[in-house]
């Protein structure tokens, strides 16, 4: 699976941080990247249960292409959806479906600072993109 010039330009930036503090650094200035969400889009329809933060998640089809709109009340959970969002913007159903999220945060070197909690909250963003292509 080939990646976007924005997922490409993620990794470059992650690759060349040096230690978690550089990369932290990295990550709120992704979450400041993401796209605002209106009041009306945060609603209990678009929430994202199974984080311990507040995630909404808003998603459209786009000939046959999928677009993410999403966003957090805690800092760091926004920059990784940031990142999540920069790695499925524009995939069709199936590129998604087959997505190894552990794999990219992995490349980005992030995998360890993806406490139990913060990791079952991505994954149930996953899983909530996973539903709404249903």
Known sequence: MSLSPEASQALELFEQAR?????ARLLMQWGE???PLDDNDKTETNRVHGCESLVWLVAQQVEGRWRFKATSDARLLRGLLALLLVRVQGLPSEELAGLDLGAWFTQ????RQL????SNGLHAVLLRMA???H
Do not use: I, M, N
């Open 33 to 35: 990247r993401l796209e």
């Open 115 to 118: 406490s139990p909690s913060r």
């Open 108 to 111: 980005l070197g992030l995998e």
């Open 19 to 23: 230690g978690w503090e550089q990369r």
């Open 131 to 133: 539903e709404l292509q």
